[in-house]
């Protein structure tokens, strides 16, 4: 889009525009990359659930009467249902296979974030507000501002305790 | 006729029963707002930032001239301690004769997500105690930390051992790598740089992924088969209710905190190891050598006596005690077993110390 005939007629404010579509272009192709990994560790963590739920129903049924025929059976066949349950379950949440799979899901949701907020910036800036960049660079000098500050003060509360002793 | 199956008339009832208390749920059950969980009058001593530093109002005379600071944790807020007048730990040990203020940590925005460790410990928690001991013209308070907030009271006590006479850990969380829960599984395989470098601070909602995960059978189907089955009974349903309104209320957490928090504790675990640093200075748990009275929970499932434990074997108090209580994380400070023999055990401990 910024080739050189386009450039020749994106004059002035145009050839902004025509650099930032690029922008958001690249990002947008880059999100779709990203959602084939999205959805690869996505399926696995249903696909994990899903078997770890079909093995903990065959345990259920091996282990429970086939009709329950009064209240207290009901209830046995419940207690067994959630013991056998969260107990595979939190098995599972708590293989390495699960981790990894997860932490990698996260790690994909936050590239398609990313992606988003890239987009955002250059729509932001186009219209002369500030990036997300720059608001974190006025953020993080508020907060040493405001560390430096605090630490003075309480020195200073310290010192006039000492004194008044 | 004679294949004809039966059904046990009992079964047919209870289901009538469970039909008609989930219909009139609604008339016994009050909105989140009408549910005050601030139960033991305080005042706001001092704020800083959006910390707020709570003194609670005697209810007997002053018997013990060491206050009280109770750090909470980060996760959910300091209502926990205060949920009902007859399980509130606060109220227990005001009956007991003690001083008791209670730092808030407050909801973190946007703006404060460059806050971390230091801010917490050298910032916040050194300025409550600095204002206690100013208040109560003492140079050494008593300090209490749960959960999360034991780690930053750990730090804290390492750091400034000078100004903490006892000190109390409620199940903290100290060896990442000893952690048998999920919490610390789905920890140690996370992006925290990542996380916090798109989203800035630790949205609630992923703390409510976390719990989500943590029995998820017990926690999220049993518990309100048992909530509509006591729909009668009125002290059941606001206990309930209470603990549901502070369960699905959790401050975000401050995002270069939490980076810290996941990598120093979970994935290298720092903190046991003398390793760990806050600020510029360097954590040794050796420094802690004042008495030291850690209380961890077997049934934890959310920081696993594993992870809590080491901590006693790692300072350098000679007076130290270690209780073991059979209950869990939250049953720990909030139950009836709290008020019969956590806080007895523990009021009885501090007193003789303070």
Not at chain 1, 132 to 155: A, F, N, P, Q
Not at chain 2, 186 to 206: C, Y
Not at chain 2, 209 to 235: A, R
Not at chain 2, 244 to 249: F, P, T, V
Request: glycine fraction near 4%.
């Amino acid at each position: 889009m910024s080739s050189k005939p386009q450039a020749l007629t994106s004059i002035g404010p145009m050839r902004a525009f025509a650099a930032n579509s690029k922008k958001i272009a690249v990002e947008l192709i880059e999100i779709n990359e990203n959602l084939l990994g999205f959805n690869q560790y996505i399926t696995e963590y249903y696909k994990q659930l899903s078997e770890t739920w079909g093995v903990a129903q065959k345990k259920v049924n091996q282990k429970a009467p086939k009709i329950p025929q009064d209240v207290e059976q009901i209830e046995a066949v419940k207690r067994i249902w959630i013991d056998i349950f969260d107990n595979d379950f939190t098995e599972l949440f708590d293989s390495k296979k699960f981790g990894e799979n997860y932490g990698n899901l996260v790690s994909k949701e936050l590239e398609l974030t990313k992606h988003w907020n890239n987009i955002t910036n250059v729509i932001l800036q186009s219209v002369n507000l500030p990036s997300k960049e720059e608001v974190d660079e006025v953020y993080k000098e508020i907060h040493s501002l405001k560390k430096r500050v605090s630490k003075l003060e309480l020195e200073l509360k310290k010192e006039k305790r000492k004194n008044a002793k | 006729m004679q294949n004809e199956s039966t059904v046990d008339p009992k079964i047919i009832e209870e289901i009538l029963k469970f039909s008609r208390n989930v219909i009139e749920a609604p008339k016994f059950v009050s909105a989140p707002d009408e549910i005050n969980l601030e139960v033991t009058p305080h005042k706001v001593v001092q704020q800083i930032d959006k910390t707020r530093l709570l003194h609670y109002k005697p209810i007997t005379s002053t018997k013990h001239k060491t206050p009280l600071l109770i750090s909470y944790a980060l996760i959910n807020r300091y209502h926990i301690l205060d949920i009902h007048p007859e399980k509130s730990w606060v109220r227990n040990l005001l009956e007991q004769g003690f001083e008791v203020y209670m730092l808030d940590w407050g909801t973190p925005t946007s703006m404060d997500k460059y806050l971390d460790f230091d801010d917490y410990v050298n910032g916040y928690l050194e300025s409550a105690v600095e204002y206690i001991k100013n208040q109560s013209s003492t140079e050494q308070i008593s300090l209490q930390g749960y959960c999360t907030g034991a780690t930053i009271a750990t730090a804290y006590t390492a750091l400034h051992p000078e100004n903490v006479k006892n000190y109390i850990a409620t199940a903290p969380v100290i060896d990442g790598w000893k952690d048998t829960t999920v919490i610390s599984n789905l920890a140690k395989h996370m992006d925290a740089d990542k996380m916090v470098e798109t989203i800035g601070n630790m949205p609630p909602e992923f703390m409510y992924y976390c719990f989500s995960v943590l029995k998820p059978f017990e926690q999220g189907i049993e518990k309100y088969v048992k909530f509509f089955k006591n729909i009668d009974d009125k002290k059941y349903v606001d206990n309930f209710l209470r603990v549901e309104k502070w369960l699905g209320d959790t401050p975000p957490i401050p995002g270069e905190l939490f980076k810290q928090w996941i990598k120093d504790i979970y994935q290298e675990n720092l903190l046991i190891q003398n390793k760990m640093h806050v600020g510029d200075e360097l954590i040794d748990l050796k420094k802690i050598d004042m008495p030291m009275f850690t209380q961890i929970a077997v049934g934890d499932h959310l920081v696993s006596p594993e992870c809590s434990m080491p901590l006693h074997y790692a300072v350098g108090s000679e007076d130290k005690t270690l209780k073991i209580y059979p209950t869990g994380h939250v049953g720990m400070i909030a139950s009836s077993l709290s008020q019969k023999k956590v806080l007895p055990e523990m009021g009885k401990w501090l007193a003789e110390r303070s």
